[in-house]
């Protein structure tokens, strides 16, 4: 590829120019409860309130632990380390045989469990049960993991669903105050903002491309790059982001939507410029100065 010796250089731009300033503005939520198709249950309910919020980005288990855990005999214990140095806060509905097994897993978690914010139905608040005297304790007696009681069928009403999201924000910014998530690619639920603009930016991009960059702007080990980055791409395929033409990689129609309703277009503009001159020039350099040194409009 006529490029692939700028690597180094291109992924620091993304990184530093996009991604960071985009991933600061969201507050990220593993949210966790009955399946998302299932509209009766209250995490549909909820996410469909919590979407309202801008500032939130969602991200659900199905569409992450596939990938990750696949062919990984270990990777359940680095996800579970992962997830808590990526997320800004874990909010759960047991209603589930597997939200019941996440709340479990995770309330044992010495770092999971101070991000946990379980939202428990009202009517068993005063029920004698085993989450009550095992999970929910836990999270409870944690420094700022909590359990809410709510009737999730309120979610939907106006007024309620009102001091529902003003509650769950001032739990997450207590969460965010004292155990902040690091803005970097090492995040496996954030690492999607940083491959989408760089797929946008670059032509014809492998996996093993993916990979290169992302390597690029981490310490972490390759197998775990490679792990989150297979992640990462399931979800950009499942939002219908990006499509695979071959062993390639490029941005759908919704894909630019989405780039267009929520990334800094004249930063991208610029650094694609910049990227388009090193392909028609062989012998080119990328120079980072050049591109830090524009005006940008951020």
């Known amino acids: 590829m ?22 600061r503005e969201k507050t990220t939520i593993f949210l966790c409860g009955a399946h998302k198709s299932e509209k009766n249950k209250g995490r549909y309910k909820l996410s469909k309130l919590l979407n309202q919020h801008g500032a939130f980005e969602l991200v659900y288990p199905e569409d992450i632990f596939e990938d990750v855990l ?27 045989p597997g939200s019941f097994a996440e709340l479990g897993a995770f309330s044992v978690n010495e770092k999971l469990v101070n991000k946990i914010i379980c939202i428990a139905e009202k009517c068993f608040s005063n029920k004698k049960s085993f989450l009550r005297y095992g ?36 739990r997450i910014e207590s969460i965010k105050r004292v155990f902040p998530t690091e803005k970097n690619t090492t995040n496996i639920l954030e690492l999607k903002n940083f491959l989408l603009p760089a797929i ?28 989150a980055t297979k992640s990462a791409i399931t979800q950009l395929t499942k939002l219908n982001w990006i499509e695979k033409e071959s062993n390639t990689y490029k941005v759908s129609k919704e894909g630019h939507m989405h780039i267009q309703n929520n990334f800094n277009i004249a930063i991208m503009d610029k650094v694609r410029i910049e990227i388009m001159n090193i392909e028609n020039r062989r012998n080119s350099v990328f120079i980072y100065d050049r591109v830090q040194t524009r005006t940008f409009s951020e």
Do not use: C
């Not at 062919?71 to 589930?96: F, H, K, M, R, Y």
């Open 70 to 96: 696949e062919g990984q005999a270990n990777s359940l214990l680095w996800l579970e380390n992962t997830l808590a140095a990526s997320v800004d806060a874990i909010v759960i509905i047991p209603e589930s």
């Open 135 to 170: 999970p929910f304790r836990l999270v409870n007696s944690s420094t700022t993991g909590r359990v809410i009681y709510e009737k999730y069928d309120s979610f939907s009403e106006k007024e309620n669903g009102k001091k529902i999201i003003k509650e769950i924000s001032r």
């Open 2 to 23: 006529p490029i692939r010796h700028q690597f180094k250089q291109i992924s620091k731009i993304i990184l530093e120019k996009i991604f960071i300033p985009y991933y």
């Open 200 to 227: 946008y930016l670059m032509n014809n991009l492998t996996i093993s491309d993916l990979y290169e960059l992302v390597l690029n702007t981490t310490s972490e080990q390759r197998k775990y790059v490679e792990i």
